[in-house]
């Protein structure tokens, strides 16, 4: 599953740098996590580091867009391939 924040965001910018896909971005009234970007931290962290860094507890999984460990990590390995072809 990719991760979700929910309208208690408080908008303290402390999740968006955490993201090491940048799936996390400033939406219209709140921030808001890009679920085709969102790995759950899978090849980066051991847990999610938006989950662990908000002071609000307002980022569980988004319970519309489930995946599994294995999905994960192949969407992690695209993301870095994506990210090594822009870079070069």
Request: proline share 10%; hydrophobic share 30%.
């Amino acid at each position: 599953m990719a991760l979700i924040i929910t309208d208690d965001c408080i908008n303290c910018d402390v999740c968006e740098p955490e993201c090491p896909n940048d799936a996390i971005y400033m939406g219209p009234e709140i921030y808001e996590i890009d679920p085709h970007k969102c790995t759950e931290c899978v090849g980066h962290f051991n847990e999610p580091q938006c989950q662990q860094v908000c002071p609000v507890a307002c980022i569980p999984f988004n319970p519309a867009w489930r995946e599994t460990p294995e999905q994960l990590q192949a969407k992690y390995e695209r993301l870095q391939a994506e990210a090594k072809a822009k870079a070069s």
